[in-house]
């Protein structure tokens, strides 16, 4: 495993070593280099340092030319305007830097210098209630954050933040035990498939909904084994174990059908953190962060204000003693800042929770369990809305099955590549199997695609398109260049740097040398969006190159045929690496 310098980072450290050279004062001066229209790179630095020396700019930037030395990385470099300086890198320089990121397996991207521990809450169902399209994005983006930081070399540790505890549980629990083979599986021996499980569930919560609403006795009697379950009552306990148990059959049978890996120790909900709930309120309350009003305990801030006026607290223990949705979110922060050791505490939950979390993890730092060395963050993300620009409903105005939508997403995609699988030679089983990796592709491609924070338009019709921006078109990218790959015959891809490249050719190569700074950005911003973009850009580029710059028919030379199948085989390594960063499959052939 070895990293390979980007070409932009290898320029900037050439321009700023001729900066410092021209004007020792300065110090350490950044260039400000960024890709440019006029050439491949542009750095913007010598205006500001010129003004800080009172310095002419122009004067200054010829002086730092003079002092960078072309021909092995830099081609030729020019001043244009007040003192910007305009870089072209040697064909060589890229052909050779994208040898050695072929050269690694990891394609020369390093890992991070500043790698730590960061644990993800993501992808936080709700016990014995079905997952609905509302629950889509926090899946979605937060496995793609897993990839991309675990990718950078962050130890990673995943957390899902179940609803499995509340009253409701009371109901169901004491139904089940006046009822008890609610919960038999119907049709056999054996394990309940996932829509099994969530059927048994959605009869029983209907049936003791029912009840608890008809019958003042049983409701009594529901409240009751609430009191049983919140002390540990062991009948109680065993009943509750099976409603989760059987909802994680449930769950993860609709992970599988995303391609998301979910482990089971994974899994720690409300429930886990229900031993600390008394120590965390005493913690708060002993420090003077959280005080008793009206017999409930609360934080308040300054700038949080209701409609009234009034400041908005956050109710962390309630006036009966019961515990709320804070106690077990500062209470889960306690545990993964003392015992997972975290650094990072992320988020990906729905923007419109974002004033509770402000509120807690302001709480956090004022009790000191979050600082200057354990940050927590927000991934907030937007709505799913349908094509109508509205929240996405079903035509009868119900919340939409994340399972039906899967499901239809997979169907559609399966017609799309059966349409061309005569021309590649694919058989049933591949037919079927790529349906799934171009369906739930998708579906992820499309919200990562957009930046989380914004909502997005869910149209199956667009996203299963193999026009624009769509994970079909890179998929279809890809199974391209290896199809181009295997049609190459005894001519192997090599790296030739003494060739002189087209400008395609030219490009394509800069964009591929971009990947590593652009993991690193997507990384540190928590962007996946960010990765999607450079995707498709890169497939992009690659139609441009393969339209203008022939590879097998019309043959060229060997070494350009050998120079240009290495581009390819670079580009396919890329995509796939990038596609894999989202959680999306690259089938060999499509």
Known sequence: MASVPSLASSVEQRVSDALASALPEAGAADPLLRRSDRADFQANGILALAKKAKANPRELATTVVEAIPTGDLIKEIEVSGPGFLNITVSDEAIVRTLAARAADDRLGVPLSPSAGTTVIDYAQPNVAKEMHVGHLRSAVIGAAMVEILEFTGEKVVRRHHIGDWGTQFGMLIQYLLEHPHELDHKGGEGEASGEEAMSNLNRLYKASRALFDSDEEFKTRARARVVDLQAGDEETLALWQRFVDESKIYFYSVFNKLDMDIQDPDVVGESGYNDMLAETCKLLEDSGVAVRSNGALCVFFDEYKGPDGNPTPLIVQKSDGG???????????????????????????????????????????????????????????????????????????????????????????????????????????????????????????ADLSTSAS??????????????????????YAYARIRSILRKAGERQPAAHPELELAPAERALGLHLDGFGTLVAEAAEEYAPHKVAAYLYQLSSLFTTFYDQCPVIKPEPELVVAENRLFLCELTARTLSKGMSLLGIRTPEKL
Request: charged share 30%.
């Open 323 to 445: 515990f709320g949705y804070a106690a077990t979110d500062l209470s889960a922060i306690r545990d993964r800042v003392g015992n997972l050791k975290a650094d990072t505490l992320i988020y990906v939950v729905d923007a419109r929770q974002g004033l509770h979390f402000k509120m807690v993890f302001e709480t956090a730092r004022r009790a000191g369990w979050l600082n200057d060395e354990v940050k927590a963050v927000q991934l907030a993300f937007g709505t799913v809305l349908g094509k109508d620009g509205k929240p996405f409903k079903t035509r009868e105005g119900e919340t939409v099955r994340l399972v039906d939508l899967l499901d239809e997403a997979v169907e559609r995609a399966t017609s799309v590549v059966r349409e061309k699988a005569e021309k590649v030679g694919l058989t049933e089983a591949e037919i079927v199997e790529n349906g799934q990796y171009v369906g739930i592709g998708a579906v992820k491609y």
């Open 454 to 475: 914004r909502d997005y338009k869910f149209d199956l019709d667009q996203m299963v398109s193999l026009n624009g921006d769509t994970s079909v078109y890179l998929q």
